[in-house]
């Protein structure tokens, strides 16, 4: 090799910008809050579904951010030329979970039962700026009904998740879902005489911000515009003030119950037919989720919900966490929403040609995760395995036979495969594992049939806390016969 050819520079150990690794305690807390939501969906019916990571950016379709350019959002590529001539496929990874759902039941439609009820949980990937908590790959968890346009479908995936949530850890009073009808939305913009395309578009993004800006922002965003609280002007949508007005009655028909606001909502929809259809689709659900146990306490009608996904064609909802939580700064404010969903009548549709009615949820996994350990119910140091350290590198078989055992019992347990000369880099080591127990056998308590069991928990509570005639008459490491090897390591468990 030539003296002056320039060495290949070493690749640098890091994670790709808007991705993340996660470790033990982040995918075993993350994996027992899933098992618990999929056993309230099976409970319900729902059949779990896995599919392919890649999906052909054609099947993706209308779920890209921008559909004039098919590549852009997702991680696409081309295949190479088919035998022959001619371009390859354009395949790209999953943007989320409900576009494999469309292509699954149109593909498989003379297989499955219908009404098809699924759930599915996996990473989706999206290729957009990161940022500061935004991820180019996370966790969705859906559940989704296909092939009823019962509206009853809708009001038992909104019951569902409300058991999900409080399997999940979140006690009743601390969520709310919250209910609305994107019928009663095209409702209000056809009082308002409001045609389809931008216009509406405009209208239903300005509702959204009620909740940031009140009645009167809004009112000021859909006619001439307003001032931030930076002082910067936001040009209005430009409606004459008297087509706002049908907005403000409906953002301000919320009523004390759910009757008073289905009869508010009733006069805010004026004569429009598919208005009252929207009322009367919300008025059911309310009833079926009262028939369910699902009072008002845990989910109600609120017209301030819009859902921004344009392809949602009937109830929409989102749950909201009603704790407060201390933000970097912090001041209190309320969690937010962890999961949101609706009916979407239109998506099966672009295979087959048919109108497939279909309605699901997605839960935020990150959010609701965060949120359980906001709350303290996850997110505590994750016992690690006993440590069986190694004195003599010759009796291998010995220590691998008491991890046997301790496993065979159900205990978490490993052998120290490092360097056994140095015994205190054992211990360090089993530190670093948060190991509450280490097993101890030399060759003298070999020769008379003991082990040490030491308890490290206790070890580090009596180094840190306790005199030195407290720690002489508590110790943290006792003497016990080998064949008391697993009742010792239960009894310093429990």
């Known amino acids: 090799m030539a003296k002056d050819q320039k060495k290949q520079p070493r690749p640098k150990a890091e994670t790709p910008k808007g991705f993340r690794d996660y470790f033990g305690a982040d995918v075993t807390e993350r994996k027992q809050m899933l098992d618990r939501i999929a056993e309230v969906y099976h409970r319900h019916g729902f059949e779990p579904l896995e599919t392919s990571a890649v999906e052909t950016v054609e099947a993706l379709g209308k779920f890209l951010p921008d559909v004039d350019r098919p590549n ?130 405009d209208v239903l993004r300005t509702i959204d911000k009620f909740d940031k800006v009140g009645e009167q922002g809004v009112r000021q965003l859909l006619t001439t515009g307003r001032k931030d609280e930076s002082g910067a002007e936001i040009e209005g949508v430009g409606l004459r003030p008297e087509q706002a007005d049908p907005v403000i ?17 009733r006069a805010a929809v004026g004569a429009s037919v598919t208005g009252a259809e929207g009322v009367e689709e919300l008025s059911q659900i309310s009833d079926m989720l009262a028939a ?22 009937g109830p929409v909802f989102e749950a909201e966490l009603t704790f407060e939580i201390l933000d970097e700064k912090g001041r209190k404010r309320q969690f937010g929403s962890v999961a949101g969903g609706g009916r979407y009548d239109g998506l099966v549709e672009r295979f087959t040609g048919q109108k497939v009615p279909a309605t699901g949820v997605s839960i935020g996994v990150d959010r609701l995760l965060a949120a359980l350990r906001a709350k303290g119910l996850m997110g505590g140091t994750e016992q690690g395995p006993v440590v069986v350290t190694v004195m003599d590198r010759d009796r291998m078989a010995d220590y691998y036979a008491m991890a046997s055992e301790l496993r065979a019992a159900g205990i978490r347990a490993e052998v120290y495969l490092g ?16 190991s509450p127990v280490a097993i101890i056998q030399g060759g003298d308590e070999a020769e008379r049939g003991v082990i040490q069991v030491k308890d490290l928990i206790l070890g580090a509570k ?31 468990l429990g």
């Open 72 to 201: 852009a959002g997702v991680f696409a590529w081309q295949e190479a030329e088919v035998p022959g001539g001619g371009a390859g496929d354009w395949l790209a990874l999953r943007y989320d979970l409900t576009a494999p759902l469309a292509r699954v039941a149109a593909q498989f439609r003379n297989d499955l039962p219908s009404p098809y009820r699924r759930y599915a949980m996996g990473p989706v990937w999206r290729n957009e700026k990161p940022g500061p908590g935004r991820f180019r790959q996370f966790y969705q968890c859906d559940a989704d009904t296909v092939g009823s346009a019962s509206v009853a479908a809708d009001a038992e995936i909104c019951g569902m998740l409300a058991a999900a949530l409080e399997h999940a850890g979140i006690q009743r009073g601390d969520y709310l879902i919250r209910i609305n009808n994107r019928k009663v939305l095209n409702g209000i913009l056809e009082a308002m005489g409001v045609e389809s395309g931008k216009p509406a578009d």
């Open 249 to 265: 009655a409906f953002l301000t028909s919320k009523g004390v119950d759910n009757a008073a606001t289905l009869e508010n909502l």
């Open 292 to 313: 369910m146990g699902v009072g008002e306490d845990r989910a109600i009608i609120d017209p301030s919900i819009v859902r921004g996904l344009g392809y949602y064609t």
């Open 419 to 434: 360097n056994p000369k140095n015994f205190g880099n054992q211990l360090k080591y089993a530190d670093k594992r948060q």
């Open 462 to 492: 009596i180094a840190a806390e306790a005199t030195h005639e407290e720690w002489k008459s508590q110790p943290a490491q006792t003497e016990v016969p080998r064949a008391d090897l697993v009742a010792e390591v239960r009894r310093i």
